[in-house]
């Protein structure tokens, strides 16, 4: 099946995500990131789907790709209340930097704060609610109404991820890995190529940048995910799990 005989997949309101998703992983798989963004954005889900960015350690160069296919693609933000204040800066950088023209910033809820977090110190007692309702659940809002979006996980992160397929299924939506097949080589050489501004905390050994009570330096040949949740055996914060399935204590799924 070619590339042509794909395209009108994405608009088969009888076929499910989970064999969309497949049918792509397979076609595309090897593909040049640029080739699967410019398809996935101006072809099989155009008007339907958004980029999701922590504007982390190597956010640039997904970010980059995505204005060089459109600029004004939605990048969605999820801004925690606990990240570093150099993200927050990066962030609006690399905005001005790439012509971004449509980033939205998703936060949590006042009154789920008020009622789980109030103090704001959940972090040090629960890192899986924590992340649920500082995370997942203002993304699960944010992404109503697209039908896709676009991930920035690599395979090499973690073994988690070692399997990670270019287009996957969940909760309904097809999710897209555009940079699945990448290493880290990769990653800093397109950065360079295209004079990327590097994310501030890098250097100073954070390979991978969460929030800020959560996130630690990485030792040289640790896993470049071993900073996350130090010494805990948590590796994602939920957003790449279920978006659907993670109410807050006392409510049912919605």
Same mark, same amino acid.
């Given at each position: ?13 009888? &076929? ?31 008007? =339907?789907?958004?980029? @999701? ?34 993200? &927050? ?5 690399? @905005? ?13 809820? =006042? ?43 690599? =395979? ?17 939506? @097809?999710?897209?890995?555009? &940079? ?20 501030? &905390? ?53």
């Amino acid at each position: 099946m070619g590339l042509s005989d794909l395209a009108g997949l994405a608009l088969d309101p009888d &076929l499910g995500a989970g064999a969309e998703a497949r049918a792509f992983a397979a076609q595309y798989d090897g593909a040049a990131p640029l080739e699967i963004l410019s398809d996935a954005i101006t072809s099989h889900y155009r008007g =339907r789907i958004a980029l @999701v960015s922590s504007f982390g350690a190597d956010s640039a160069v997904l970010l980059h790709m995505v204005a060089a296919v459109d600029p004004s693609t939605p990048v969605l933000f999820v801004d925690t209340g606990k990240l570093f204040s150099q993200t &927050l800066r990066y962030r609006d950088t690399l @905005v001005e930097h790439l012509g971004l023209t449509d980033v939205r910033v998703a936060r949590p809820e =006042r009154d789920e704060l008020t009622a789980i977090d109030p103090a704001g110190m959940l972090w040090m007692t629960d890192t899986d609610a924590c992340c649920n309702v500082r995370k997942v659940l203002p993304l699960a809002r944010a992404l109503k109404g697209f039908d896709a979006w676009i991930s920035g996980r690599k =395979r090499f992160q973690s073994a988690t991820r070692a399997a990670l397929p270019v287009f996957e299924a969940e909760d309904g939506r @097809v999710k897209v890995n555009p &940079l699945a097949n990448w290493t880290a080589a990769d990653i800093l050489g397109y950065a360079k190529a295209h004079d990327l501004p590097p994310h501030p &905390l890098v250097a100073e050994g954070y390979p991978s940048i969460g929030c800020l009570p959560c996130t630690d330096k990485v030792a040289p040949g640790e896993d470049p995910r071993a900073g996350r949740w130090r010494g805990q055996a948590k590796t994602e914060c939920g957003i790449h799990l279920s978006l659907s399935a993670s109410p807050l204590p006392g409510q049912g799924n919605t």
